[in-house]
């Protein structure tokens, strides 16, 4: 089973920066039909619904929420087994707990990290 472990959360003034961090337990992104292929970025704010914020895929494709366009770059680094959220020029609407994704295989199994606290000042 593959576990996530996100760090870099934390408390920051508007127009900060933070980056985010996600560690997996396995290789990401190693080709196998059995391994992770997309690696994504949620957040869920009180009271909303957890909602995409980024998405990077085996072949490097990246997707962004429109609210995060411009100011939100999600990459990888794999010998690390790591997906990273540089967050700059943040909000106060950008305050939630931020989970990390893994989509594994060809039955798309997905796997939940236990979310880093984001907290924007005004």
């Known amino acids: 089973q593959v576990r996530l472990v996100e760090s870099g959360g934390g408390l920051v003034q508007a127009g900060g920066s933070l980056r985010l961090s996600c560690a997996a337990s396995?290789?990401?992104?190693?080709?196998?039909?059995?391994?992770?292929?997309?690696m994504s970025w949620y957040r869920q704010a009180p009271g909303k619904q957890r909602e995409l914020v980024a998405q990077i895929t085996s072949g490097d494709d990246t997707n962004y929420a429109d609210s995060v366009k411009g100011r939100f770059t999600i990459s990888r680094d794999n010998a690390k087994n790591t997906v990273y959220l540089q967050m700059n020029s943040l909000k106060p609407e950008d305050t939630a707990v931020y989970y990390c994704n893994a989509r594994i295989g060809l039955r798309a199994t997905l796997v939940w990290g236990q979310g880093t606290q984001v907290t924007v000042s005004s």
């Open positions: 396995e290789r990401i992104f190693s080709g196998s039909i059995f391994g992770i292929n997309a």
